[in-house]
């Protein structure tokens, strides 16, 4: 028992280390990749968190010129941090019609990010953005609390492979992204390892972390060619929304590729749901093994397929769902202007939102199978052994 419990530390914490490097040198190496491009309208270092004290004046603008400002508020705040902390200052704040969505009304206490203006003689302030940090970290640590308490060592073991995911996203796919390199093949080398990772850190090296992964990454595979395949049938360019625009301008800086962006933004989708659907499969497998052990290979499989029917309709309901509510404003606008039905469906926003779910979709289907055949042929020799030698005992791993 000592010497399992001694094996099972010790590929938790060589999964940690090999974690640790990967995510260091391969940051390292795409960071020094990215090409770096300087604003001229923002500087960082001006951005100041403040907190409202007082409004002094709130007021609609009777000026018509003042290109489309609305409402002016005059407001008294002080500085909460870096070098102007604790400094009072007064700003005359002017809101656009969209701005006032954004941001208006405010009020004392407040807490609010201030940006700097050096005109020279004249300093002035502008409210860009509340502050949001605190509340999103405070829900955050509710997260992480309770989900150690209820899954206690998994819980924890969930928590830090969920920060080696968001690490490898954020840190290593999104510079790979700027870096202009083939992020098809990388985005798939990523859902290995994040596969890897979460599995082996959940339940050890075992058969089962294995069916789980070949069928998971199996799933993920048949997303990636329906979603590379559908791509091309559809001649979709990648350009989905405004904020896709502004990436084809850079691309004299930047040369990014938007079908890349697309294929990733499946995979990735869909990555969290399959591994579910395979986890789940492989582990009520396991379990079915175990508890019979006399259990036939065919039967297995066949089990495997009618768990995985009872989880197919709610992960791929999970799936579409996800993304009807990602496409729930554009589709507003659509019907608000009286698109024509026509017109809605071969929208390339809406093309690639289905595709994505559909892709999804599948992946998960043929995970299924591809989980349930995998766990069948690493337990076979372990089922004809134990019917063989002695039918009422358990089956080991």
């Given amino acids: 028992m000592r010497k399992k ?13 090999i974690s640790l490097l990967i995510s260091y040198f391969g940051s390292l190496y795409y960071t020094s990749k990215m090409p770096v491009i300087e604003n001229p309208q923002y500087d960082s270092a001006q951005f100041h968190n403040a907190k ?6 709130d007021k609609p603008s009777n000026n018509e010129n003042d290109f ?55 300093i002035e302030w502008v409210l860009v953005s509340y502050q949001r940090e605190s509340p999103l970290w405070f829900l955050s640590g509710i997260f992480v609390v309770l989900i150690i308490l209820f899954g206690r060592m998994k819980g924890f073991s969930s928590i830090v492979s969920l920060g080696f995911t968001i690490f490898a996203i954020f840190f290593i796919l999104i510079p790979a992204i700027l870096s202009n390199v083939n992020i098809y093949a990388l985005s798939l080398g990523i859902v290995l390892y994040v596969t890897l990772l979460t599995f082996i850190l959940l339940s050890g090296i075992s058969k089962k972390t294995i069916a789980a992964t070949v069928g998971c990454f199996g799933g993920i595979a048949v997303a990636a060619v329906i979603a590379y395949t559908w791509m091309e049938i559809m001649k979709m360019s990648g350009v989905l929304s405004d904020e896709y625009i502004y990436l084809i301008l850079l691309k004299d800086e930047i040369p990014i590729d938007l079908r890349g962006i697309m294929f990733i933004a499946v995979i990735i989708g ?32 066949t089990s495997g397929l009618n768990i995985g029917r009872d ?21 507003l606008l659509l019907i608000i202007y009286a698109r024509p039905a026509s017109l809605l469906a071969n929208s390339e926003y809406i093309a690639s939102e289905i595709m994505q779910a559909v892709a999804g979709s599948l992946g998960i289907l043929f995970a299924m199978p591809i989980t349930a055949l995998t766990t069948a042929a690493l337990y076979k020799a372990s089922i004809k052994k134990v019917r063989n030698i002695d039918p009422n005992s358990e089956l080991k791993e």
């Fill in 68 to 122: 489309g400002i609305v409402q002016e508020v005059i407001f008294k705040a002080t500085i909460s941090k870096g070098p102007y902390q604790h400094r009072e200052i007064t700003v005359r704040q002017q809101f656009t019609l969209q701005t006032m969505e954004e941001l208006y009304p405010i009020k004392a206490g407040d807490s609010v990010i201030l940006y700097r203006i050096d005109f020279g003689s004249n």
């Fill in 52 to 57: 409202i004290t007082a409004i002094i004046s």
């Fill in 270 to 301: 869909a990555l969290g749901a399959i591994m579910d659907v395979s986890m789940s499969i492989a582990s009520a497998l396991e379990e079915i093994m175990i508890n019979s052990p006399n259990i036939k290979p065919a039967e297995v499989v």
């Fill in 5 to 17: 419990q001694g094996i099972t530390i010790a590929i938790y914490t060589i999964t940690i280390l």
């Fill in 311 to 331: 989880i197919m309709g709610t992960m791929s309901n999970t799936l579409i769902l996800a993304y009807i509510g990602s496409a729930l404003p554009f589709i």
